[in-house]
């Protein structure tokens, strides 16, 4: 770590507890983060919007509480970013996208309201593939993001500025979201955790909504602790998102070490097929650890989840087609002027939309339409429920299962960007748990020639308790060379 | 259910395209019409399966009845939306010429 | 073309209408905006009616009230119902969707019972959100000629719920019919204030033609710009009789959209509905199903008052007992301003149903406030006096008229105006004089010519200044030529 950060502690909790207790000013922890992000933000390429003076206030309101004897929070005092698909009022959000650059949303999303009131200081907005579209967030309209791992690779995606974010160390806590993988992959690309709730655990109002029944919002963090501390302060019932779970949410925090005796894990055996040696072999070394700390492990087929992709790529851009008509060029962002208002949607939205939203527009557009309704879209709903049932069939025999998060490590910019359905291969394995609704979280494991592979553990809805202890224990027999944060490592070799 | 095995064609770009207001030129529609299809000819596997009596799945969750009181409640300053608009006049948000009614 | 209130012989009209509703909530269907009328542009607004990214909706409980209200009222099947999203894109809506009911609405079925027994069959009722508004500039303010549009969103998310009908309706009369009293059993429901020339109500027609004997529908053509009932009547009539003039002719009925042109008077095509807009419906994901519990829909129905039509009935069969049918239009005009409650608390207290009715609806009517404070044991007094002949109709009329201005007791209010009906010797004293005064008309009278006792009942009155009782003149003056 650089100098100016030696006396601010690694890590959320240790953050906020030094805080709390007085120990560290809250101003010094975001000026460090904020010198920290001046120094390599140049070449990573995390944030569209980094909100310097915000946030310095921000710390000094949280120094303030805490000088007063008020409870700052939480996460007093910690540094967080936020995926740029999460408005915040008054600061700029693109969704990665031209056709909102200069947007200010007259509102904050709530859980934006959530981590400020749990005293976490928002220090900018992150990168991410444009509307959440992509797996390596080369289809950010404002440039890509660079792995911290290696500038010549991608951070994955759609969260990758997130992502990257944390996994350089500039900051302990980050937000994205996830639609089929895009916390997940890009955590495991990057060496960090990322989790993606149970659907309906966090509130999508201020979302910038990819696919409205299959998005959620995750945490990021470097450790399975820190994120769970976040999932705790953004967990909970809002009324202004009526897909919100009214259930009361059981803290995962307190319960992270109770360990996995006699816990039953199955391994898909259906993701290792395909997933590269070093993948796999990470899959097999967590089962390991798990199995020596008590649990229960065996292989598990679960044929179902294969038809995941093919049933994502039909749902996803179905609802995206609707979700992104309203950017028409009339209320807010990019107007591109025509004789006539059709025209000038016309114009607007081609040059607003980068070619991954088109083609996913165009595609949900065709499956949507008189005549293939059925065929496409309808059957596709229905194959959700086939692997829904797949899911369902596995946790009446196992608590937790286990496979690998992405088919391969980091790949290098410009690799598949041509050949869109190799990119959606990417996420493969992390699309089954959004068409079912459920949680998972991607924690990093080990390395394959320099480069983090991370290890999926997935539970049923409302399973985060146990898919958490289940996700300490792995980390716990982690490489510990395999996580974040690092230093930005420099390019390779000149290209 | 039997397979469909239409690809995306040159046509089903032009037709989709006017429904979700983008203008393409014309190179544009072969390159999208020929992306497309490979990626409808992998995903439409989906449509030969057999799906008898398995209901569609709408939601993840098995929520119903999410309701909120008759209540006023907050509404936005109009100069702050007006500010993010791409051109207003008099109170309201200004348009080019609207052709047609609504269909 | 002749705009003739009935088709060319062997022609046979046939209207469905679909009608939009306003729901009277304090909030938008899934906001909480005011929904109120008139405010400045813009100014009742959020991100959710304003479809800003990230917003989600929330639906309102009571514009579901209403709308299980208007479901029980209509005799509609309330049942599960979910929303769907309807794709197509226009300035008036922020999200470029709407969200609405598709396939599985909250109401199925149900009908409408006119005032002239005639029924009118639904076909379904279901919740959706309304738009914004634009309004053109340049050009006259139409949206051809514009050389722009200015669009407000306050409306935009205001619940609506649209009533469609099945084709059962056969006449531009018993469309305006129809839509009165949908309007009438809306506003008894409280869901809604049902007025037309704002807007809070709209009509869209469907209208075909066929042969007289016809089982088939022939094509139809849907006609939107319906402003008032008026418009309604003149473009069913216009329309029937432009496509008969296309089918007798041996051309084909285009199936289209048209406007109304209420200056001009005639429907012109819009756009071809032949080629159906593709609006991609699907269900809306940030919505979930509504099942209303059969204990929430058994109360709601149990708290509607009696419909316009039972009401209607209850009137009917109260005056019917005399052996012959109420008036229809009596009815009607008595339900409709709320002086059926009046008749019937006058019947209860002795008067003459149908003597109450025709007051009521004739006279009172006039003043319909001052009549629904009306006491209905006032009014029964009142024509209790009329029956007795101790008032005469004139007199009685009068009386009533005092009443609705200045409250009080008709007896004391007639004594006041010195109204006791004429005596026996006077009223006969009266009846010499005009006698005397007109032999020729005697004359003829005594010969059996039954229509000049009219000229003469009527000669007895203005001499008497109305204070003689008509029905004992006509006894007196048959009695006289009798003898």
């Known amino acids: 770590m650089s100098g100016a950060a030696r006396d601010v502690p690694a890590g959320a909790l240790a953050t906020a ?3 709390r207790s007085g120990e560290v000013r809250a101003h010094q922890v975001s000026e460090a983060a904020l010198a920290r992000i001046a120094e390599f933000e140049g070449g990573l390429h995390c944030f569209n919007t980094v909100t310097a003076d915000a946030a310095l206030a921000a710390a000094d309101a949280v120094d303030a509480a805490v000088a007063a004897g008020r409870d700052p929070g939480p996460l007093a005092g910690v540094p967080i970013a936020l995926k740029d698909n999460l408005c915040t009022r008054g600061v700029a959000t693109t969704a990665g996208s031209r056709i909102l650059e200069g947007w200010l949303p007259p509102y904050d999303a709530t859980v934006v309201r959530s981590v400020v009131a749990a005293g976490a200081v928002v220090v900018g907005k992150t990168n991410l593939d444009e509307f959440a579209m992509g797996s390596s967030t080369e289809n950010s309209a404002f440039g890509p993001t660079r792995n911290p791992w290696d500038p010549g690779r991608v951070p994955g995606g759609s969260s990758g ?4 974010a944390v996994a350089a160390g500039l900051v302990p806590l980050a937000l994205g979201s996830d639609t089929g993988g895009s916390v997940r992959q890009p955590a495991s690309l990057c060496g960090v955790v990322g989790m993606k709730p149970t659907y309906g655990l966090v509130s999508r109002y201020g979302l910038i909504a990819f696919a409205s029944s299959l998005d959620q919002i995750g945490p990021f963090a470097a450790t399975v602790a820190d994120a769970a501390a976040l999932l705790d302060v953004i967990a909970g019932h809002d009324p202004a998102d009526s897909t919100s779970l009214a259930v009361g949410f059981e803290p995962v925090s307190p319960r992270l070490d109770d360990g996995v005796a006699g816990m039953r894990v199955g391994v898909i055996s259906d993701f290792l097929a395909d997933a590269s040696p070093s993948c796999v072999a990470a899959v097999r070394g967590a089962a390991d650890v798990l199995g020596r700390a008590g649990a229960v492990v065996e292989e598990v087929a679960i044929p179902a989840l294969m038809l995941g992709l093919s049933a994502y790529y039909l749902v996803a851009p179905a609802e995206a087609s609707s979700n992104l008509a309203r950017y028409d060029g009339v209320r807010y962002g990019l107007r591109v002027d025509g004789p006539d208002v059709t025209q000038m949607n016309g114009r607007t939205r081609s040059a607003g939309f980068g070619p991954e939203v088109k083609r996913r527009i165009m595609l949900g557009t065709y499956v949507l339409s008189a005549g293939y309704y059925d065929a496409y879209y309808g059957q596709a709903q229905r194959v959700r429920t086939l692997v829904a049932r797949g899911f369902g069939d596995a946790y009446e025999r196992f608590d937790v299962l286990v496979g690998p998060t992405s088919p391969t490590v980091a790949f290098e910019i410009g690799a598949k960007a041509t050949d869109p359905l190799a990119m959606y291969l990417s996420d493969l394995y992390t699309i089954p748990t959004n068409l079912a609704g459920h949680p998972a979280v991607s924690v990093p494991f080990s390395l394959s020639e320099g480069l983090p592979v991370g290890v999926q553990v997935l539970a049923p809805a409302l399973g985060e308790g146990a898919m958490f202890r289940a996700a300490t224990v792995v980390e716990r027999g982690a490489d510990p060379q395999a996580r974040g944060p690092i230093e930005p490592r420099a390019a390779k070799v000149a290209r | 259910m039997p397979a469909v095995t239409e690809s995306f064609s040159r046509d089903d770009v032009v037709y989709v395209a006017r429904l979700a207001r983008l203008d393409l030129e014309p190179g544009e529609v072969d390159l999208y019409a020929a992306q497309l299809a490979s990626i409808l000819d992998h995903v439409a596997a989906v449509t030969g399966l057999d799906t008898t009596d398995v209901p569609p799945t709408a939601h993840p969750l098995e929520l119903e009845n999410v309701l909120r009181p008759d209540t006023p409640g907050m509404t936005l ?17 200004r348009v080019p010429p609207i052709l047609g009614e609504a269909p | 073309m002749t705009a003739d209130s009935s088709p060319g012989a062997g022609w046979e009209i ?6 939009h509703c306003e729901l009277s909530t304090a909030t938008k269907l899934f906001c909480s905006c005011p929904n109120a009328f008139g405010a400045e542009p813009n100014t009742n607004v959020c991100p959710v009616c304003l479809g800003l990214p990230g917003s989600l ?4 409980a009571r514009a579901v009230e209403f709308a299980i209200a208007i479901g029980s009222a209509l005799g509609s099947s309330v049942e599960a119902s979910v929303f769907h999203r309807k794709n197509y894109f226009y300035p008036d809506m922020p999200k470029d969707y709407q969200i609405s009911q598709y396939d599985a609405p909250i109401n199925v079925g149900g009908r409408v019972e006119l005032a002239d027994g005639s029924v009118v069959g639904i076909v379904r009722a279901h919740i959706e959100e309304d738009t914004g508004k634009t309004t053109h500039v340049g050009g006259g303010g139409r949206i051809h000629d ?8 306050n409306r935009a998310g205001v619940p609506l719920v649209e009533i469609v009908s099945e084709p059962d309706i056969r006449s531009a009369e018993q469309a305006r019919s129809y839509v009165n009293e949908l309007r009438a059993i809306l506003v008894a429901t409280g869901a809604s204030d049902g007025r037309m020339e704002e807007g809070s109500l709209r ?17 139809r053509c849907e006609v939107k710009n319906l402003n008032s009932l008026r418009s309604l009547g003149r473009a069913v009539d216009y329309e029937a009789a432009r496509q008969i003039a296309v089918l007798e002719s041996g051309g084909r009925v285009v199936q289209e959209t048209r406007h109304w042109n209420e200056d001009e008077g005639l429907t012109s095509p819009l756009r071809s509905k032949e080629e159906a807009y593709d609006y991609r419906y699907f269900t809306e994901p940030d919505l979930v199903p509504l099942a209303p519990p059969a204990a929430e829909i058994a109360a709601v129905a149990a708290g509607l008052g009696p419909l316009p039509a039972a009401r209607r009935h209850r009137v009917a069969d109260l005056v019917a007992a005399d052996g012959s049918p109420a008036p229809v239009d009596q009815l009607t005009t008595v339900v409709g301003l709320g002086l059926d409650d009046l008749v019937r608390g006058a019947a209860d207290h002795g008067a003459d149903p149908r003597l109450a009715l025709a007051r009521a609806a004739n006279e009172a009517a006039n003043r319909p406030d001052d009549a629904r404070a009306l006491s209905p044991v006032a009014f029964a007094a009142l024509v209790k006096l009329e029956s007795a002949g101790k008032l005469s109709a004139t007199q009685s ?6 009443m609705l201005e200045g409250g009080g007791e008709p007896a004391e209010i007639a004594a006041r105006l010195g109204f006791e009906t004429l005596g026996d010797a006077a009223t006969e004293a009266a009846i010499d004089a005009v006698l005397a005064a007109h032999p020729v008309e005697w004359a003829r009278y005594e010969q059996g010519d039954a229509k000049i006792a009219q000229f003469l009942l009527g000669e007895v009155m203005r001499a008497t200044r109305g204070r003689a009782n008509g029905k004992a003149v006509a006894a007196s003056l048959e009695a006289r030529r009798r003898n």
Do not use: H, M
């Open chain 3, 14 to 19: 046939v209207v469905g209408l679909e009608v």
């Open chain 3, 203 to 219: 009509v869209d027609a469907n209208i075909s033609v066929r042969r007289a004997g016809d089982a088939e529908y022939g094509t």
């Open chain 3, 146 to 153: 514009a050389d722009y549009s200015l669009v407000d969103y």
């Open chain 3, 397 to 402: 009329k009068t009386v009533l008229a005092a």
């Open chain 1, 161 to 164: 500025g997130s992502a990257a």
């Open chain 1, 17 to 19: 507890r030094a805080v």
């Open chain 2, 77 to 93: 300053d109009r100069d702050e939306v007006l500010a993010q608009a791409p051109l207003a006049e008099s109170g309201r948000f």
């Open chain 3, 57 to 60: 909706p929330v639906l309102n």
